[in-house]
Structure formats: C-alpha cells, structure tokens
C-alpha cells in the first residue's frame, strides 16, 4: 500500500490552476460593494444618484456581465478538485482512508470559514457552503458525466422555482394589502388579518423610499466606521442573522456547478483536453443566451427605479438564475478559447501561481479589506465613491499577482494551502522548494 500524500507540483493541472487563479481575482470584484459599501448601496446606484457616472457605468458593466459568475466558476472548479483530490487518494491508499482524508479536508475548511468570519470579518464568506456541499458530492464522485450534467439541470430547476416561491410570496404580500388598501375604512372595520396584511405593504413600501434607504446607510456606517467590537458585532450579526436564508438559496445554486465541475472534470472540459468546439458552444451559446437575459433583467430595475415594491409588481418572473448560469459558462468557454490559443501565454502564465495560491488570496483578501474598509483601522467604508473603490480592486490584484509569482519561486505551496495539507494528512508537509 502506498502512502496517501497532497498533490505534487509535477501533478498539477495548469489550465485548473490558471480558472481558478482567473476565478479567485473576479471574486473580489463581485464582493467588493459589500467589504466597502452600505448594503443599500451596493447594488443599487440610484440611492446615491450616481446616473450618467463614471460609477454607474461600472455598475452596470459588473451586473450585467460578471454578477455571480465569478463564484459559479470557483464553485465549478471546487467541483473539479473533488474528484481530482478522490481519484488521486484512492490510487494512492486502499480502504476508508480517501474518505478519511476528504471529510477531514472539509472540516477543515468548515474551520477556516469561521475564522474567515469571526476573526476576519467577512460576512459574506463562502467556505462555509463548500465545506458542507463538497460532502454531499462525495457521494456523485463516481457518477458519470451524464448522470451528473442531468442532476445539475435539476438543480437548475430547483433552484429557479426557490427563487420564484419567493417571488411570488412578496407578490401576494402586495395584493393582498392592495386589496386591504381598497377598502373604504369609514365602512367596514379591518380584521386583524387586513390589518397584517396591510402592515406588511406599507412597511415595505416604505422601507424602498430614498428617505428610508439613506437612514439605514447611515446607521451601517455608523457600525462598521466604529472600532473593533462595534464592527465585530454587525459583521458577524449580519451573517447569523442572513445564513439560513442564504444557504436555503445557495444549496441548489452550488450544488450545480459542483456537479457541472465534476462533470466537465471527466469530459475534459476544464483540463483543456475537450474539442474547440465545445469551447466554441460555451462561450458563444453561453454569453449569448446569458447577457441578453442579463440585460433585461437589468432594464426591468431600470424601469422600476430600483423600487423593488414596483419591480416584484410589474415583473412577472423572476430569472436571475437563468441568467448567471449560461453566463458562467460562456465564460469559461471564452477563457479556455483564449487559453488554447496560445496568444496570450504570458498573461496566463501570472494567473497560475494566483490559482495555485486561491486559498491564500481568499482569506488575503478578507484581510485586506477588512484593514482599509473597517473602522478600527484605516476606516474607508462608505467614503469612497463606486469607481474608486473598483481602484482598489486593481490594486490588490496587482499585489496579489506579483506576490504569488514570487511566493511560488520559492516555496510549494502557499501558506494557508500548506497548512489546510498538514492538517489534512495530519503531519507537517514539505514547504520549500528544493534549490
């Protein structure tokens, strides 16, 4: 029997190192608004006014092409390494010991994420959700591409109609208080019941005016302008308070492109080795099929004025989902078109040691924000206008560019990559590269 060991440089795959370092640098992008901005802010440019800026036209650029596609290709590629990581441990120990290695990875990783949390401050940490999903996938490790390209268009579908139930609850809520709104009150007394029902419109209602939009900017940015304990307490109140909602949306929302990965994984997709033309498909299908959804999605807040109460009313279904998926895919049909091209080696060639270091510059990246947008240190949260603040985008990606291509000369792994493998296998793993 041989001895279980982490993945050796001469293993790896580079196109897998290159999406992920591509992946690891867009999710900064997509998260950014929440590290520096008010969450009434963030994704929305009227509260500001910031129309016909420099501003808006990053905010739309970001929404309509990148929303959510940066995690959907992380969340593919973690799909990837769970079958590379099994297939590789079971040619390498016999027994219970690939799964050993694997459920003692993720709950690993389950630890990082409540330091990612509780310690660095992020709240919109995401290790937590690959902790718990990647366990589900051991189960598909063996599946074929097929069964497991099919369980990912069902997980489309759950995942649609989750976001439609909701949709279509809110959308009761307003009819139902219409309704209540109608009745002439100086003749017929209101049940509790109407009174609710009521309620529950007006307050939302109000809660989408400028006035009250800006009363919540102003107590976020007394919370997260304060020092440590004041920040401690909102950030990781913020993600308490939004994790069961969110992991009742984001179950179905990874679980398919941890399925589309292992699939792609096995066809070749992500190792480069499939036809051009199925890189063709991605990306023109892809990108086709998804901005166009993605920019009616985007025209239909337009038009509402970002009034979500008008929006859920004259919207009739909600297709954000729809969306992001081709999107992501089209993507990485792009990236791997131009990765096989070989016109642009060089630039990929800076992506790789990024990719090989995705864990390191996560959790770099939660630093970093924390120190410049936090209170209790450089304290820039809600002082920088939209534009500005993608400037400092830029300059962690150039940081973190140059730092990995420097790191990796000199040592296997990245930091935080070496410790989660000496914590996986259970003993001290080599660290630095032979002269």
Partial sequence: MTTAAPTSQSERIITLDVLRGIAILGILLMNIPSF???????SNPSVLNEFGTISYYIWYAVDWFFDGTQRALFSLLFGAGIVLFISRQEKKSNGLEPADYFFRRQ??????SLVDVYILLWNGDILMDYAIYGMMMFVFRNQTPKTLIIAACISILFMTAKENREFFKQKQIFERGEVVAAIDTTVTKLTSKQKNDLEEMTSFKKRMTTESRLKRMKEEHEKVRGNYESVYEYR?????ENIVEYTYFSVWDVLTFMLLGMAFFKLGIVTGSAPMKVYWWLCIGGLGIGLTLSYFRIQFRIDNQFDWFKYIKNVP???YELSRVPRALGILGLIMLLYKSNWFNGIFSLFRPVGQMAFTNYLTQSLICSLVFNGFALGLYGHL?????YLIVLGIWIFQIIFCNIWMRYFLYGPFEWVWRSLTYWKRQAFIRAS
Wanted: charged share 10%.
């Fill in 36 to 42: 520096s901005l008010s969450g009434v802010v963030g």
């Fill in 107 to 112: 709950l690993w990783l389950m630890f990082f």
């Fill in 236 to 240: 990781t109140g913020k993600y308490i």
């Fill in 317 to 319: 279904f909600s297709f």
């Fill in 385 to 389: 206008q939209r534009y500005e603040v």
